[in-house]
């Protein structure tokens, strides 16, 4: 069974993310968290694993137990390192059994509506005849305490909070589809294969023209790239970093998250093509009230650092009444 919830749907400026698994003990976390990371290094994504049984027992969390306050500290320890990571722009996965629902919405709060909890469900009797470190067995025999499952508790999300339900006795490649899809339909992953329409342009600032042939391009395609110039500072007509026309190009178009990305490109100023690319290049006409708008005009009006004291440079790129 698969259960999709996609909540806060808005991206932040980051390209960073966090999938979270989360699950009991033996229910196939890892096996997804190292084929996920195989799946999204593939796609060009740096990714940064946080195991529970790697990195955070043996180097971050060493002489933590498993009580409940001690299971809480290395979530909340994994979280403060994930969220770094997302805030740096990158793919972290989390495999935490993770068992209590207040520790891992501390995580959620901390990193925002870029983590996804995924929660494996895997039947307890399933996990316990897996139980490839006979924890499950020694707990049963009363030699190990707090296995949750056995004798401590797993505290599900609400239905209304988690991200993703997932399978853990489904095929491990189908899974990693699952999470793949969902990313892409947040808008935090970038496809593959489909069409896609691609738009280049400083954007120097991103103004209504801008969204209107975003809006053809969408229609055209129904998936837009749009490749941002790197030309910050080359001279006064660039007064806006790549963060900043991200930032307004998210904001402009927040109502089509999962219908398009942001790239940022070298200051290409040539398009080289031979016969038979496979693609067409597509001059789209908006008419003559939206092609009259001058990114030149706009920058006119901002002082020297782009923000005029007490008017968002947003503000400046709507298309007047």
Same mark, same amino acid.
Request: glycine content about 10%.
């Given at each position: 069974?698969?259960?999709?919830?996609?909540?806060?749907?808005?991206?932040?400026?980051?390209?960073?993310?966090?999938?979270?698994?989360?699950?009991?003990?033996?229910?196939?976390?890892?096996?997804?968290?190292?084929?996920?990371?195989?799946?999204?290094?593939?796609?060009?994504?740096?990714?940064?694993?946080?195991?529970?049984?790697?990195?955070?027992?043996?180097?971050?969390?060493?002489?933590?137990?498993?009580?409940?306050?001690?299971?809480?500290?290395?979530?909340?320890?994994?979280?403060?390192?994930?969220?770094?990571?997302?805030?740096?722009?990158?793919?972290?996965?989390?495999?935490?059994?993770?068992?209590?629902?207040?520790?891992?919405?501390?995580?959620?709060?901390?990193?925002?509506?870029?983590?996804?909890?995924?929660?494996?469900?895997?039947?307890?009797?399933?996990?316990?005849?897996?139980?490839?470190?006979? &924890?499950?067995?020694? *707990?049963?025999?009363? /030699?190990?305490?707090?296995?949750? !499952?056995?004798?401590?508790? +797993?505290?599900? @999300? $609400?239905?209304?909070?988690?991200?993703?339900?997932?399978?853990?006795?489904?095929?491990?490649?189908?899974?990693?589809?699952?999470?793949?899809?969902?990313?892409?339909?947040?808008?935090?992953?970038?496809?593959?294969?489909?069409?896609?329409?691609?738009?280049?342009?400083?954007?120097?600032?991103?103004?209504?023209?801008?969204?209107? &042939?975003?809006?053809? *391009?969408?229609?055209? /395609?129904?998936?837009?790239?749009? !490749?941002?110039?790197?030309? +910050?500072?080359? @001279? $006064?007509?660039?007064?806006?970093?790549?963060?900043?026309?991200?930032?307004?190009?998210?904001?402009?178009?927040?109502?089509?998250?999962?219908?398009?990305?942001?790239?940022?490109?070298?200051?290409?100023?040539?398009?080289?093509?031979?016969?038979?690319?496979?693609?067409?290049?597509?001059?789209?006409?908006?008419?003559?009230?939206?092609?009259?708008?001058? *990114?030149?005009?706009?920058?006119?009006?901002?002082?020297?650092?782009?923000?005029?004291?007490?008017?968002?440079?947003?503000?400046?790129?709507?298309?007047?009444?």
């Amino acid at each position: 069974m698969t259960a999709i919830n996609l909540i806060a749907p808005k991206r932040k400026m980051s390209d960073g993310f966090c999938v979270w698994l989360t699950g009991l003990p033996a229910a196939g976390k890892t096996t997804i968290a190292k084929a996920l990371q195989t799946e999204l290094e593939k796609r060009g994504r740096v990714v940064t694993m946080l195991d529970g049984d790697g990195a955070m027992r043996q180097v971050l969390s060493t002489g933590l137990g498993f009580t409940k306050d001690d299971r809480d500290l290395n979530v909340r320890r994994a979280g403060f390192v994930a969220g770094e990571v997302v805030r740096h722009g990158g793919a972290v996965i989390c495999a935490l059994v993770s068992p209590y629902a207040d520790a891992r919405g501390f995580v959620r709060r901390m990193i925002d509506t870029a983590f996804v909890e995924v929660y494996v469900q895997t039947p307890l009797h399933v996990c316990e005849k897996r139980d490839p470190k006979g &924890l499950d067995r020694r *707990a049963r025999a009363g /030699e190990l305490e707090h296995m949750t !499952g056995i004798d401590d508790p +797993y505290e599900e @999300s $609400d239905p209304h909070v988690l991200n993703l339900q997932i399978d853990g006795e489904r095929p491990v490649e189908k899974n990693v589809c699952v999470i793949a899809t969902y990313l892409e339909n947040r808008g935090l992953l970038e496809r593959v294969s489909n069409p896609a329409a691609l738009m280049i342009g400083r954007y120097q600032p991103w103004h209504d023209g801008h969204r209107a &042939l975003f809006m053809q *391009a969408l229609e055209m /395609e129904g998936y837009v790239v749009i !490749g941002v110039r790197e030309t +910050y500072g080359l @001279s $006064d007509k660039n007064p806006f970093t790549f963060a900043e026309v991200k930032a307004r190009i998210e904001e402009s178009l927040s109502a089509f998250v999962g219908s398009f990305e942001i790239r940022r490109l070298p200051n290409i100023t040539n398009i080289v093509y031979g016969r038979d690319v496979g693609y067409r290049i597509t001059r789209v006409g908006l008419g003559p009230e939206i092609e009259g708008i001058s *990114a030149t005009q706009i920058r006119s009006t901002l002082n020297v650092i782009g923000k005029p004291y007490g008017v968002e440079w947003k503000d400046q790129v709507r298309l007047s009444s």
